[in-house]
């Protein structure tokens, strides 16, 4: 692995949405609407961001590739909020200016550098792994199936890659202070669990969840990166080649 496939990849994938078109989309029943129509505009808000302090950090990582890839990174995640965003302004779904869950979490991502960053970011994208899931399945919208499928996919490259950042880091702490970094990782993972299940109940139950499945496939997800970070599984990038 190293942080020039990364870049390459997210320079590959630049096009992922270019075969959305939503000019003839087919709009959102009332009911349906009802049922996302606050869910999608907090997860809307919570793609679209300048990433200005992880841009900071990623500087002082010293490593040319990794500050490249993680602008891409950025980008990639703006798209997925623009997307959202012009499926939402067809269906008459406002966005977001600020939530108070977006808000602590954009304060996490700030409180001590890239390695506190990159846990809040991992947590955020195994959360993110199963809700679209869910967003996808919950309405009848064969565009807003599409749009979250290409999310998902983009979403478990996200984690294969904060998870090798975060490999990268704990490889250089004791084994005490990897276990804590692990045991902070578990505890925030089992609060935002309780978080996104009471915000986002509606979503996750047209999608077909209870909390014991929605918790039980997010701890699926949670231990799939810690394998990655541990070294007990690959970690892969799906570099595109045209």
Do not use: P
Request: glycine content about 4%; proline content about 0%.
């Amino acid at each position: 692995m190293s942080y020039e496939k990364w870049k390459i990849y997210f320079k590959a994938n630049e096009k992922h949405f270019a075969w959305l078109d939503l000019t003839n989309a087919k709009k959102l029943s009332e009911n349906e609407k009802n049922v996302i129509y606050e869910s999608i505009r907090q997860f809307q808000k919570g793609e679209n961001s300048e990433g200005k302090n992880l841009i900071e950090y990623a500087k002082q990582y010293e490593n040319e590739d990794y500050l490249e890839a993680i602008k891409d990174f950025i980008r990639e995640e703006q798209r997925h909020a623009e997307v959202l965003g012009r499926f939402m302004a067809l269906n008459g779904i406002a966005r977001l200016r600020s939530h108070w869950v977006d808000s602590i979490f954009r304060k996490l991502r700030t409180l001590s550098g890239l390695e506190n960053s990159v846990i809040v970011l991992l947590t955020a994208e195994i959360i993110a792994a199963v809700y679209y899931k869910a967003l996808r399945d919950a309405t009848s919208s064969e565009d807003l199936r599409k749009i979250c499928k290409q999310i998902l996919i983009d979403e478990e490259m996200h984690i294969n890659f904060q998870s090798h950042t975060l490999k990268k880091h704990l490889e250089r702490k004791s084994h005490l202070g990897a276990k804590c970094i692990r045991t902070f990782h578990e505890i925030l993972m089992a609060g935002t669990i309780v978080i996104v299940w009471h915000e986002h109940k509606n979503v996750l139950t047209a999608g077909g969840y209870k909390f014991q499945n929605f918790q039980k496939e997010v701890w699926k997800e949670f231990q799939r990166a810690q394998k990655m970070i541990q070294g007990e599984s690959r970690i892969i990038c799906n570099v595109v080649t045209k």
